[in-house]
């Protein structure tokens, strides 16, 4: 097993708003746990005022996927408890996420909440969620999407992938089975702490289904073809193909203890049976990839976050994904778990 | 009286941590207010537990400024509430201010309260203070420091100077004076709503003496008349010159009620004093200068914001400020104004 301190972090997601135009994937596969928070927002015991009632949206990114399931659970909390209650809405992620994106997008989209709700508050915690970063039993209700399957740190190389769900090396698949379930328990610890009794959080997150499937083989597919192109034409190092990772894990539903798996709606797919629009197929799950894991396996480049070549190395690797994707388009099984968890009452 | 739409909003500090690293005259002029702040934390009202302590940090930029005031004001509120209870920071700047700089700093720093206290929690607010930002009743204790001098526009062009203060334009001085005192009346107006009762804010900021001297007048001539050169040399267009404006406002005794103004502790001329280090002298005034206004000034360059241009504009400024400070150093004034300001309790 190699020395993990060559490894890269994961890398925040493309700046400068990239990741809040190219997630349309993340957020239609979010809309179904939507209705989970909904509920959640119904039934969540309340803080009696003047305790501040706090939202949490752990791994928030730019923020643009959160405006929907804020703007929900803010509706069905203001049926209880009206209109003038302070809500304060908390968005986290890494110290290194684009904080200026998420509040220029706050503040100046018209279908953010601060927009229509004065007496709503929002602030950013910039801090990793696999430490406390709230007050202990400060949060009524939390949601986290499309952001738990990112491993706190890359546990070893993938010889034979760039996603570990793909590759045949058991050593690789058992050091990240093991990362990925720390990781959860530490994740789950953390919000223990920080949610009231009672309070709920809703995740969405990526899966594995129960027939063992990651999804997205034919994205993930394309992706390694191209790298391993682009090694061949001299484009990337070895080295630095070598130190590419991924380090996302699709968890299963052991894994999560009674969660329930379901495949995501694959609008993609949908929209190509319509439009018969190949190049358009393959560009939007290109996006995608570009979106979520990009900046991560540029990391892995002998030279600095965000130079020219950064961009070049981006760029070709969009256009070889969209050109593979476009020449065979398939549907794509997406699977996502999602779940509410919920604090028991302590009646010590 | 010229169309504002032209002229630009304050800009952002310099970021990647050149805030941090150059304000070292706005580090020097708070200490006196820290013990303000530290006289008010030992005599403010507290919020019955289980209520959230709320420190609140009114423009913050990159945060390292912060660490003195923040950490002296949990020690004496550590004394009154034992170790265990929580206490919440939030750091509010404008949109585009670095929070990644403010949260790497929190984070990583020795010196950052979150390294050595497990029960305080910090966030950031990414909106502008003229508007309620925190909950109503939310803020026990407050702290300003080297930020309400920036007013909330610009309100016209200054035909003779950059800053206002060294203006002979009685219409600019006058449209510069109205702006001062609305911002401020919208500041406490908004910060009235969000302190609790009892609640204390101390605020420090640069001030017109009761001799009628704004101060650092050297520096303010050094800039002019390099930023002049440059427009000769046909570094900077006639029309970008005519835009740039630094929109600090330095408010009398009198425009800030009760206040009381008291020179700053000149840190670089003392030094200078010990060493005869004339170069050093100039490039510490020229360094102020670069952390505070020089990415105001290039806002009205016709490239955009960061661009080669950009940066050469702003080093050759420095060395032009740096080489006419170096040549004849004379001790700056450093007028400020701090003072605490204390929400009544609301007997109604």
Known sequence: MSDQSEFFKPAPMEGNGAYNRSSSVQAAGSLPAVRLLERAARAVPLPPAPELLVLADYGSSEGHNSFAPMTAAIAKLR???????????????????????????????????????????????????????????????????????????????????????????????????????????????????????????????????????????????????????????????QEEFRRMVIPTFGRTRMQFIEPFAKNGDDRIWTEFEANRDAHAFGAQWAAFCRASVFPTLAASLDEARGDARSATFMDQLEAGITARLSAAPVQMTIPLAQMTLLKAIDET
């Open 79 to 237: 049926e209880r408890v009206g209109r003038s209650r302070a809500i304060f809405v908390f968005h986290t992620d890494l110290p290194d996420n684009d904080f200026t994106a998420l509040f220029q997008t706050l503040g100046n989209d018209s279908n953010s909440y601060l927009s229509t709700d004065p007496a709503i508050f929002a602030g950013a915690i910039g801090r990793s969620y696999f430490v406390q970063i709230l007050p202990a039993s400060s949060v009524t209700l939390g949601w986290s999407a499309w952001a738990i399957q990112w491993l706190s740190r890359v546990p070893c190389a993938i010889p034979d992938q760039v996603q570990v769900a793909y590759s045949h090396d058991l050593s690789a698949r058992s050091a990240f089975t093991e990362q990925a379930a720390e990781d959860w328990r530490t994740f789950l610890t953390m919000r223990s702490r920080e949610l009231r009794n009672g309070a709920r959080l809703v995740v969405l997150t990526m899966a594995t289904d129960d027939s063992g499937d990651f999804g997205y083989r034919p994205v993930v597919d394309a992706l390694y073809a191209t790298l391993v192109d682009m090694v061949d034409q001299g484009l990337i190092r």
